[in-house]
Each structure stands twice: as structure tokens, then as C-alpha cells.
T-cell receptor, first 110, second 115 residues
């Protein structure tokens, strides 16, 4: 079993829909990151969470430490949101380690 | 543009060969991380350097090595290449020593194809 599980693996939505991508992890963590990878390959860091909730524009990320679960929400989705969204958990201090989920491929159709 | 540069963008080589991938971090960032992304394994952490010293090691093969130079650029050396080493190799940087809470800034990646 992977340490970081994402669901769904693939998601297709119509423009304007509310999107939720889930991430569950099985290890103790210091932080959880959401990353976005566009078809060209570039990776952008969206959020770092250690507790609670963060919002940036139409993107909202939440984390529940007790349940070892995080969600990434996209409100009013747009075709430019089409990308792979990757959850990564960070653990360790001096023994740093970032472990990644397999990613969720989101396609938003106009 | 993250400010992290990687060269080359693409690299095609043969099995058994050795290649060097180069990464220049964002100005002022002290930590450099290397990642491998393959279709079957996804993204995997290879190694981290902080201010010239190895700070953490992940799933890096013995055939692979890295270093960070005094000007803070880093190189990842891959030797005795195998078909399975074909992947995207990303470099990322962060300002400090590599807390799991640090935001990392990713380069555009080097696509390695081993034939």
C-alpha cells in the first residue's frame, strides 16, 4: 500500500463545476503539499498545509491531521485548470523526506 | 518561471553511458533537491543538498550521484544507464535547510531517454 493515496485518479468536469481531489496518507507528517503539473511538465507548488485550511483565488486546500486526509477544491473550474494535481507529504526533520501521491489528472471541458 | 533552471531539456543516450544533469537554483536559495518522475513510479525524491553538503537521501541508486558546488548549482550524475532510468528528472530549490514545510520551486525538468 502506498503511503500517499489520491483519488480519483482521473477526473473530467465541465467548466464551472466544483472540483474535489482527495489525498490520504498513512504516515506521520510535518506538512502536506499540493502541486500542479501542466501537460508541458512544469511543476508548481500550490499549497503547504500543516493544519486547517488555505485559500488562494479559486483554490482551497484543507487538511485533517487526525484523519490523515486532505482535500483540494477548485471552485468555478476553468479549462486552464486542466492539469495533474499531486499531493505530497513531508516528514522528518534532519532526515527529510517528501513522498508523493500518483497524481490526479483533471480535465475541464469548455 | 520559477527561477530554477535545468540543462539540458532533453537528453537521449544509450545503455551503459554516463550523463550529467545540471541545475541552477533560484537566486539566494541554499537547498537543492533532485527528483525522478517515471510513468510507473510517479515522483520520487532522490537527494537533497544544502549549502554544498548532502542533507538527505531518498531512493537514489548507487549508480547515481550528485553534488552542489560553491556557487550553489548542482549536478546529478547518472552512470551505467539502463532502460529503466528513462524519466523526467526535476530539480527544485528552497531558501533554507529543507524543512518539510518549505515551499519548493521546481525547474522545468530534463527528459532523459535511454535507448
Amino acid at each position: 500500500k502506498n503511503e500517499v493515496e489520491q483519488s480519483p485518479q482521473n477526473l473530467t468536469a465541465q467548466e464551472g463545476e466544483f472540483i474535489t481531489i482527495n489525498c490520504s496518507y498513512s504516515v506521520g507528517i510535518s506538512a502536506l503539499h499540493w502541486l500542479q503539473q501542466h501537460p508541458g511538465g512544469g511543476i508548481v507548488s500550490l499549497f503547504m498545509l500543516s493544519s486547517g485550511k488555505k485559500k488562494h483565488g479559486r483554490l482551497i486546500a484543507t487538511i485533517n491531521i487526525q484523519e490523515k486526509h486532505s482535500s483540494l477544491h477548485i471552485t468555478a473550474s476553468h479549462p486552464r485548470d486542466s492539469a495533474v494535481y499531486i499531493c505530497a507529504v513531508g516528514s522528518g526533520g534532519s532526515n527529510y523526506k517528501l513522498t508523493f501521491g500518483k497524481g490526479t489528472l483533471l480535465t475541464v471541458n469548455p | 518561471d520559477s527561477g530554477v533552471t535545468q540543462t539540458p531539456k532533453h537528453l537521449i543516450t544509450a545503455t551503459g553511458q554516463r550523463v550529467t544533469l545540471r541545475c541552477s537554483p533560484r537566486s539566494g536559495d541554499l537547498s537543492v533537491y533532485w527528483y525522478q518522475q517515471s510513468l510507473d513510479q510517479g515522483l520520487q525524491f532522490l537527494i537533497q543538498y544544502y549549502n554544498g553538503e548532502e542533507r538527505a537521501k531518498g531512493n537514489i541508486l548507487e549508480r547515481f550521484s550528485a553534488q552542489q558546488f560553491p556557487d550553489l548549482h548542482s549536478e546529478l550524475n547518472l552512470s551505467s544507464l539502463e532502460l529503466g532510468d528513462s524519466a523526467l528528472y526535476f530539480c527544485a530549490s528552497s531558501p533554507w535547510g529543507g524543512s518539510p514545510r518549505d515551499t519548493q520551486y521546481f525547474g522545468p525538468g530534463t527528459r532523459l531517454t535511454v535507448l
